[in-house]
């Protein structure tokens, strides 16, 4: 039978690779990434420029692409397209054709963009039109859009063969079991542009797996963590949002994950806050004695992989402990240093239920 | 064109995201929407296609279409290549154009998401930033992130940030001249009317509402809009 035929299978599968560019990246930062995890995008450049000899621009000039604003349906469609439009002219200007994208929300609409020009020709002129009024600047377009974990993901066995820890419970020798969530816009708005597509996530997956891991295949796996745009940014809308990442926590719990990993930044920021809140509103903590299961973005990942100190990739900033975890992979730390900076100022409060 | 449908499909969004609906039901089974809310969008989709002005109208100034969080799991699914994430987002544009938004609890939220992550767009040139997310309105963040709002130049110089500094790197303070390029573009592309838009009718509805209204934020009517909920969304309750 054709389904068992593994050329057939494979090329079945070839329909869920895209192509990610090898070099020569000008960086597209996302706001959420750098406010809740900014040792992360800044772990990403190291990462990229000294772990695996790329380059890679970081431009003061790039801005927020007003994605969360698009949404959230308070600006229009014309507005967040020039403002990429603007980012496309910034990578023109400096030589680059491939971008890197921090921020799944970006990565979606800067497809969007692309495949909205290829069926409306004369979007495309109006906004070379708006941009040129509004800034004189000129645009030629990407040739490759990758998200910035699809790098990763096309560089994972450099990153294995580099690492100085893996993701093995160094007590038992077993892997340890990782729930991946690669963000609602990574994939479901343009599925063949996204690793594995919608039905089969494999960006994080494919880390996981190259870096000792099992990747944990749990009903909700699929489900929106429940952003939500104006459904978490309004406070009398926040039940939504909460109740999403609750369903997936219930469905995730029985597996005893030892991390979560997550693609898209404000994915990361939810699945960790949600957490503190559910125990503080209703006393439900989902990993062990009262812990909650601990969050990573792949960069942190990577970063623990190859013996980054935690503290300086800002794991001190999740509300949700790490050190469960950092145990289990034998990665030695010092606590009194976790909330060290240079001035003297008083450590976080501790919340009331959740455990850290 | 001046219908109501009309109006629509001056929408790119709307042309995309309505082929023919069939009313299967997909996207429903797939909504997080519709398992929260008193929401339905193959209802929705439906309604639409009927091209009845009147039904338009109504769902124009309804709770209604300010219930998707835009997740696009029906694009993905929908077997008819509809996208009815995509039809919202033209619905809601138009419902802000013609001052219908301020009809419904959810519609004027819009006062509040302009308020805070649109102005901040023109303020930092991001769409979030530590000094923005006050612990106050965000108590879900926690205490670490009360800490983190609290000590922002500390923690963001421990962690190598280029936070308030003129130069590349993690949170850098955007440049004046690159501000100036983000209004510009507002102006050009309709950013800045859709503001000026959604601040004239919220003070109109603070008036009748009788809620002080002015530049400050918060003020009395942002907080309503912002905390107000009349618990008559959710399905079962
Ligand atoms: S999935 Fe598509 S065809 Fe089916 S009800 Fe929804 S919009 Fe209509
Ligand atoms: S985008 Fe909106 S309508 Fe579509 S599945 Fe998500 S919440 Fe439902």
């Known amino acids: ?356 | 064109m001046s219908t109501l449908y009309g109006m629509l499909l001056t929408d790119v969004r709307f042309v995309e995201g309505l082929n023919a609906c069939m009313n299967c039901g997909v996207c429903t089974a797939i909504c997080p929407a519709a398992e929260f809310y008193n929401y339905d969008p193959r209802k929705l989709l439906n309604q639409v296609q009927l091209k009845d002005e009147s039904i338009i109208e109504e769902l124009l100034k309804s709770e209604t279409i300010w219930y998707c969080g835009q997740c696009m799991s029906c694009k993905t699914r929908c077997p008819r290549g509809n996208t009815p994430a995509f039809v919202v987002q033209a619905l809601r544009k138009l419902s802000v154009k013609l001052g219908f938004f301020v009809e419904s609890e959810k519609g004027r939220q819009q006062f509040a998401i302009k308020r805070t992550v649109g102005e901040n767009i023109l303020k930092y040139g991001y769409c979030v930033h530590p000094e923005a997310v006050a612990p106050s309105m965000h108590p879900e963040q926690g205490p670490v992130w009360q800490w983190v709002h609290e000590n922002a130049p500390s923690v963001m110089e421990r962690l190598g940030a280029s936070y308030q500094k003129q130069e590349a790197g993690t949170l850098r303070k955007i440049a004046i001249e690159d501000l100036d390029e983000l209004q510009s573009i507002f102006d050009v592309t309709g950013g800045t009317e859709m503001f000026e838009t959604i601040e004239k009718y919220s003070a109109q509805q603070a008036e009748k509402m009788k809620l002080e209204f002015n530049d400050q934020t918060p003020n009395e009517y942002f907080f309503n809009v912002y905390t107000e909920d009349n618990h008559n969304h959710q399905r079962n309750l």
């Open chain 1, 1 to 356: 039978m054709n389904s068992q035929n593994p050329l057939h299978t494979e090329s079945r599968w070839r329909k869920y690779q895209k192509e990610i560019a090898d070099d020569h990246y000008y960086y597209a930062r996302s706001c959420i990434r750098q406010n809740f995890f900014p040792g992360s995008e800044r772990a990403f450049l190291k990462i990229m420029r000294e772990e695996l000899n790329k380059d890679i621009f970081d431009d003061p000039r790039h801005t927020t692409c007003t994605g969360i604003a698009y949404h959230s349906d308070i600006v229009p469609q014309e507005t967040t397209s020039t403002v990429i439009a603007r980012h496309f002219a910034l990578m023109t200007e400096m030589g680059y054709q491939n971008l890197a994208i921090s921020c799944v929300t970006s990565f979606g609409l800067y497809t969007e963009l692309l495949e909205t020009w290829k069926h409306f020709p004369e979007e495309e002129t109006k906004i070379h039109e708006m941009l040129w009024k509004a800034t004189k600047r000129e645009f030629v377009k990407p040739k490759n859009l990758a998200h910035s974990s699809d790098i990763f993901f096309h560089n994972r066995e450099q990153i294995a063969a580099k690492s100085q820890f893996n993701l093995i419970n160094q007590k038992t020798g077993e892997s340890l079991k990782v729930v991946e969530h690669i963000g609602c816009h990574y994939a479901k708005i343009f599925p063949e542009k996204g690793v594995g597509g919608a039905e089969f996530p494999y960006v994080l997956a494919g880390m996981v797996e190259s870096w000792g891991g099992n990747v944990v295949d749990y009903p909700e796996r699929r489900h929106c963590c429940g952003f939500g745009f104006r459904n978490y940014l309004v406070m009398a809308n926040r039940g939504y949002s909460v109740a999403n990442s609750k369903k997936k926590f219930e469905s995730m719990k029985p597996y005893e994950p030892d991390f979560i990993v997550a693609n898209c930044p404000g994915c990361s920021m939810f699945m960790d806050r949600w957490q503190y809140t559910i125990a503080e509103m209703e006393g439900t903590t989902y990993g062990k004695n009262g812990y909650g299961i601990p969050v990573l973005t792949y960069e942190e990942m990577a970063g623990l992989v190859l013996g980054y100190n935690p503290w300086d990739l800002g794991l001190q900033m999740h509300q949700v402990s790490v050190e469960p975890l950092l145990d289990k992979m034998g990665i030695p730390y010092n606590p009194d240093e976790k909330y060290k900076v240079k001035r003297n100022v008083a450590l976080p409060l501790k919340p009331e239920i959740l455990m850290v």
